[in-house]
């Protein structure tokens, strides 16, 4: 079984300030990771997934994210972030092999002008 | 065109209805799922349908029965509803790829209500 924490359920910022939102994960196999955002009321999209390759992997709107293995974890960046990045952004694994995406709680990301 | 449509968009209704939520994909995917997100944003798996045949349960009520008609579709069917039911309920689709990779994408959800 595999499990995810974000640490921060919260992360407020101001607009083109960098930000980091933490993730950590937990499992006995190897897993993809993933990170997807949820604009409000809207549906999840994905940003950016690591599978294998280079730790460090490039999303969508200027994100990045950086797989580290000992430490077990896939911590997601931006260097100067909008008003427009306000949204919930999830952390979440699978299985590699398997389909199913076990998802962290979420950190809301509040970015003020 | 949406990829993966939900119907309603919202549902408001009392306890101890039965009522149905429907999804489709047009992506031509062979997986479909159904999440559950509540009141405090956690998302989690529901069920997972491979080529309309049921391959992941988790621990859901039985109240909660989905129905696959055909790869496109999987329906969720919710009876006797409870206050603890009301949630945001998404549906995925995903096609399984070379490495076991499978993206999924997203419906837009259902907001539940119980009243």
């Known amino acids: 079984a595999q499990s995810v924490t974000q640490l921060d359920s919260q992360v407020p910022v101001f607009e083109e300030a960098p930000v980091e939102l933490r993730c950590n994960y937990s499992?006995?196999?190897?897993?993809?990771l993933f990170w997807y955002v949820q604009y409000p009321n809207q549906g999840l999209q994905l940003l950016l997934k690591?599978?294998?390759?280079?730790?460090l992997v490039k999303g969508i709107n200027g994100f990045e994210a950086e797989f580290n293995k000992s430490q077990t974890s896939f911590h997601l960046r931006k260097p100067s972030v909008h008003i427009s990045d306000t949204a919930e952004y999830f952390c979440?694994?699978?299985?590699?092999?398997?389909?199913?995406?076990?998802f962290g709680k979420g950190t809301m990301l509040l970015v003020s002008p | 065109d949406t990829a993966v449509s939900q119907t309603p968009k919202y549902l408001v209704t009392q306890m101890g209805n039965d009522k149905s939520i429907k999804c489709e994909q047009n992506l031509g995917h062979d997986t479909m799922y159904w999440y559950k997100q509540d009141s405090k944003k956690f998302l989690k798996i529901m069920f997972s349908?491979?080529?309309?045949?049921?391959?992941i349960n988790e621990t859901v009520p039985n109240r909660f029965s989905p129905k696959s008609p055909d790869k496109a579709h999987l329906n969720l069917h919710i009876n006797s509803l409870e206050l603890g039911d009301s949630a945001v309920y998404f549906c995925?689709?995903?096609?399984?790829?070379?490495?076991?990779?499978?993206?999924?994408?997203f419906g837009p959800g259902t907001r539940l209500t119980v009243l």
């Open positions: 979440a694994v699978s299985q590699i092999g398997y389909s199913t995406l076990t």
């Open positions: 690591y599978l294998s390759g280079s730790t």
């Open positions: 499992s006995s196999v190897s897993v993809y």
């Open positions: 995925a689709s995903s096609q399984v790829g070379g490495q076991g990779f499978n993206e999924q994408f």
């Open positions: 349908y491979n080529n309309k045949e049921l391959i």
